[in-house]
């Protein structure tokens, strides 16, 4: 039996050396035997049989003579129940139903391409679907027809050198990269270690590291006291942030500028004295816990001045008075030495207002803003101390915000300086008169018994001190008759100075205004000339002590001493006016001694 055989005839390739591709084997293997289906090794094997090259052998023959049995009897037999009949039926509409959609999607295929040609616009749209004419626009699918032309190695070789150079290029840009990533992570890594050494570094010194509340990922530092108000205790944290060169720097929030409370000592209205005021600014040369401990003092500063200013308006029938950003206290009485103290809060920022030189009293400045803190200071520990004890019972009633007791000691203080300045120097100017009066006087000045460093065990004692009422003695001894006086500056019942003057006679007399002090110790000095004229005078002479009278009946001799301290004038009078002899401090007075004169005035 003869056998046909289709064959597909191809054009030899250019190149001998080419083979043909996949593709073209498949396309030529298709044109000539079928579907791969239809070909099996025993049909290829007949078909190299039947042109007498190869025969099948017998046991291939009876092999494929089963197989041929066992397809048969397969199809004879068929489905044996319902459900084999149903489950083939299932399989072959699946198979229709994949089979309707490869064609559908290459008619959809085949119609989109022909809407690229305007011949086959129409044709194509007409055939394609709607849901793919929805999604994609016609006209989008396009062809080219390539021809099959030599390679040319001259290209190739060109095209691998560029291929080469972009890859070369590719990994240049890849090793800068990772140089680049690996200097911005040495220079990240020292950044991290200088700021958590300089995070460390004020862990180690005391102060409190935390979180930024409601900021997780940021880190502070709590410089603020606890015992404060709520208002300054909220402001005392402080962000730690870090700027290009890895420096930290502290965020305080806006508005938050550095402030200090300076005492300002003024006389007649000429400056005499000033506080210090911290200089410390947050520049990069400032180590990181100067910046916080100064963030720390004008929090305290700034705390302190807003005490003092409710204070002042609670004593203001003390004097204290509010001018502009200033707290003023003066004693009320008016004199040269009078100094008036007032509390400012100023700006670190304004260096003009830092510049005041060098002034005479600006240690007595600095002693009463240290006080002026200490006091606070103790307020806090108090406190503190309150909340530490058992509370009192629960009741309906608020507590009310105490008055801190800040500006009340150092106007104490300031009152008794005043008044100490007064009784020294009226004793010093009685002591001028009788001495210019050549008789003997000696008189120790009132001091202010400030505790000394030795005495104290803490700040806590000192500032107990500093709550207690200050008190000094002035001594004045006249013709060998002591006078001395006392002085008391308390802080409970009333706010003033009590004088007490106890007089030769051990008469002790206490008086609430220096004014009435001053006339009682004139009378004293008086009547202690008087008593000393008495007793060098001889028998015969009577003094009157309280009058400061001297006086001989059987002679019929009278005298009269009287000492003004305060217009310094002392004077011996006789019953004759023209015979009274006056000493002064100043100008023209009497040269001979207070016993020459005596007796050409009794005479």
Same mark, same amino acid.
């Given at each position: 039996?003869?056998?046909?055989?289709?064959?597909?005839?191809?054009?030899?390739?250019?190149?001998?050396?080419?083979?043909?591709?996949?593709?073209?084997?498949?396309?030529?293997?298709?044109?000539?035997?079928?579907? $791969?289906?239809?070909?099996?090794?025993?049909?290829? /094997?007949? =078909?190299? !049989?039947?042109?007498?090259?190869?025969?099948?052998?017998?046991?291939?023959?009876?092999?494929?003579?089963?197989?041929?049995?066992?397809?048969?009897?397969?199809?004879?037999?068929?489905?044996?129940?319902?459900?084999?009949?149903?489950?083939?039926?299932?399989?072959?509409?699946?198979?229709?139903?994949?089979?309707?959609?490869?064609?559908?999607?290459? *008619?959809?295929?085949?119609?989109?391409?022909?809407?690229?040609?305007k011949e086959g616009a129409?044709?194509?749209?007409?055939?394609?679907?709607?849901?793919?004419?929805?999604?994609?626009?016609?006209?989008?699918?396009?062809?080219?027809?390539?021809?099959?032309?030599?390679?040319?190695?001259?290209?190739?070789?060109?095209?691998?050198?560029?291929?080469?150079?972009?890859?070369?290029?590719?990994?240049?840009?890849?090793?800068?990269?990772?140089?680049?990533?690996?200097?911005?992570?040495?220079?990240?890594?020292?950044?991290? #270690?200088?700021?958590?050494?300089?995070?460390?570094?004020?862990?180690?010194?005391?102060?409190?590291?935390?979180?930024?509340?409601?900021?997780?990922?940021?880190?502070?530092?709590?410089?603020?006291?606890?015992?404060?108000?709520?208002?300054?205790?909220?402001?005392?944290?402080?962000?730690?942030?870090?700027? =290009?060169?890895?420096?930290?720097?502290?965020?305080?929030?806006?508005?938050?500028?550095?402030?200090?409370?300076?005492?300002?000592?003024?006389?007649?209205?000429?400056?005499?004295?000033?506080?210090?005021?911290?200089?410390?600014?947050?520049?990069?040369?400032?180590?990181?816990? !100067?910046?916080?401990?100064?963030?720390? +003092?004008?929090?305290?500063?700034?705390?302190?001045? /807003?005490? *003092?200013?409710?204070?002042?308006?609670?004593?203001?029938?003390?004097?204290?008075?509010?001018?502009?950003?200033?707290?003023? $206290?003066?004693?009320?009485?008016?004199?040269?030495?009078?100094?008036?103290?007032s509390f400012e809060l100023?700006?670190?920022?304004?260096?003009?207002?830092?510049?005041?030189?060098?002034?005479?009293?600006?240690?007595?400045?600095?002693?009463?803003?240290?006080?002026?803190?200490?006091?606070?200071?103790?307020?806090?520990?108090?406190?503190?101390?309150?909340?530490?004890?058992?509370?009192?019972?629960?009741?309906?009633?608020?507590?009310?915000?105490?008055?801190?007791?800040?500006?009340?000691?150092?106007?104490?203080?300031?009152?008794?300086?005043?008044?100490?300045?007064?009784?020294?120097?009226? *004793?010093?100017?009685?002591?001028?008169?009788?001495? !210019?009066?050549?008789?003997?006087?000696?008189?120790?000045?009132?001091?202010?018994?400030?505790?000394?460093?030795? +005495?104290?065990?803490?700040?806590?004692?000192?500032?107990?001190?500093?709550?207690?009422?200050?008190?000094?003695?002035?001594?004045?001894?006249?013709?060998?008759?002591?006078?001395?006086? /006392?002085?008391?500056?308390?802080?409970?019942?009333? $706010?003033? #100075?009590?004088?007490?003057?106890?007089?030769?006679?051990?008469?002790?007399?206490? $008086?609430?205004?220096?004014?009435?002090?001053?006339?009682?110790?004139?009378?004293?000095?008086?009547?202690?000339?008087?008593?000393?004229?008495?007793?060098?005078?001889?028998?015969?002479?009577?003094?009157?002590?309280?009058?400061?009278?001297?006086?001989?009946?059987?002679?019929?001799?009278?005298?009269?001493?009287?000492?003004?301290?305060?217009?310094?004038?002392l004077t011996l009078s006789?019953?004759?006016?023209?015979?009274?002899?006056?000493?002064?401090? =100043?100008?023209?007075?009497?040269?001979?001694?207070?016993?020459?004169?005596?007796?050409?005035?009794?005479?």
């Open positions: 039996m003869s056998t046909t055989t289709t064959l597909s005839f191809n054009p030899w390739a250019r190149d001998a050396d080419q083979e043909p591709s996949l593709k073209d084997v498949l396309a030529r293997v298709s044109l000539e035997r079928g579907h $791969f289906r239809n070909i099996t090794e025993a049909s290829l /094997q007949e =078909e190299v !049989a039947g042109e007498g090259a190869l025969e099948p052998s017998d046991d291939e023959r009876e092999s494929d003579e089963e197989d041929e049995k066992e397809e048969v009897e397969e199809g004879a037999k068929g489905p044996q129940t319902r459900e084999d009949l149903y489950k083939a039926k299932f399989e072959m509409l699946q198979h229709v139903g994949a089979a309707e959609q490869d064609v559908l999607f290459a *008619l959809d295929f085949v119609s989109l391409l022909m809407t690229e040609d129409a044709l194509g749209n007409q055939s394609i679907s709607p849901a793919l004419k929805n999604e994609v626009p016609a006209g989008t699918l396009g062809l080219d027809v390539w021809q099959r032309m030599p390679d040319d190695k001259g290209v190739q070789a060109q095209d691998e050198m560029l291929a080469t150079n972009v890859r070369m290029e590719g990994l240049q840009k890849s090793a800068d990269g990772l140089l680049a990533a690996a200097s911005r992570l040495e220079d990240n890594v020292r950044k991290e #270690t200088q700021y958590w050494n300089e995070v460390l570094s004020i862990a180690e010194k005391g102060w409190n590291i935390c979180r930024i509340p409601g900021q997780q990922h940021r880190l502070g530092v709590t410089f603020g006291f606890s015992e404060s108000e709520p208002q300054f205790s909220r402001r005392g944290i402080a962000a730690l942030n870090v700027d =290009e060169d890895g420096q930290i720097s502290l965020d305080r929030g806006v508005g938050a500028k550095s402030k200090a409370v300076r005492v300002l000592l003024r006389q007649q209205g000429r400056l005499v004295g000033s506080s210090n005021i911290s200089s410390t600014t947050n520049d990069s040369d400032i180590t990181l816990e !100067a910046r916080i401990r100064h963030a720390r +003092d004008s929090l305290f500063d700034e705390e302190l001045y /807003q005490e *003092l200013v409710r204070e002042g308006r609670a004593n203001a029938s003390l004097g204290v008075t509010l001018k502009g950003d200033s707290v003023c $206290f003066a004693p009320l009485q008016e004199d040269a030495t009078r100094t008036e103290i100023v700006s670190l920022d304004d260096t003009g207002a830092r510049d005041l030189g060098v002034l005479p009293q600006d240690n007595v400045a600095q002693a009463v803003a240290v006080a002026a803190r200490l006091l606070l200071t103790q307020a806090h520990r108090e406190r503190l101390k309150r909340r530490s004890e058992v509370p009192p019972p629960m009741t309906d009633k608020k507590e009310e915000r105490r008055i801190l007791p800040i500006l009340r000691p150092v106007m104490s203080f300031a009152l008794h300086r005043f008044a100490v300045n007064q009784v020294n120097s009226h *004793l010093a100017r009685i002591a001028q008169l009788t001495r !210019a009066a050549q008789v003997q006087c000696a008189f120790e000045n009132a001091v202010i018994n400030v505790p000394s460093v030795e +005495d104290l065990s803490g700040a806590e004692d000192l500032v107990t001190k500093l709550l207690q009422p200050w008190a000094s003695e002035a001594k004045c001894e006249v013709a060998s008759l002591g006078i001395r006086v /006392q002085l008391e500056t308390t802080l409970v019942t009333d $706010f003033c #100075t009590r004088f007490t003057l106890i007089a030769p006679n051990n008469k002790v007399t206490q $008086f609430a205004v220096d004014g009435e002090l001053r006339n009682a110790i004139d009378a004293a000095v008086s009547s202690a000339l008087a008593a000393s004229l008495a007793v060098k005078a001889g028998e015969g002479w009577r003094c009157n002590q309280r009058e400061a009278f001297l006086e001989n009946e059987a002679a019929g001799g009278k005298a009269w001493v009287l000492v003004d301290g305060g217009a310094g004038i006789g019953q004759e006016q023209d015979k009274s002899r006056v000493w002064r401090l =100043e100008g023209e007075s009497a040269q001979k001694s207070l016993w020459e004169v005596f007796g050409e005035v009794i005479y």
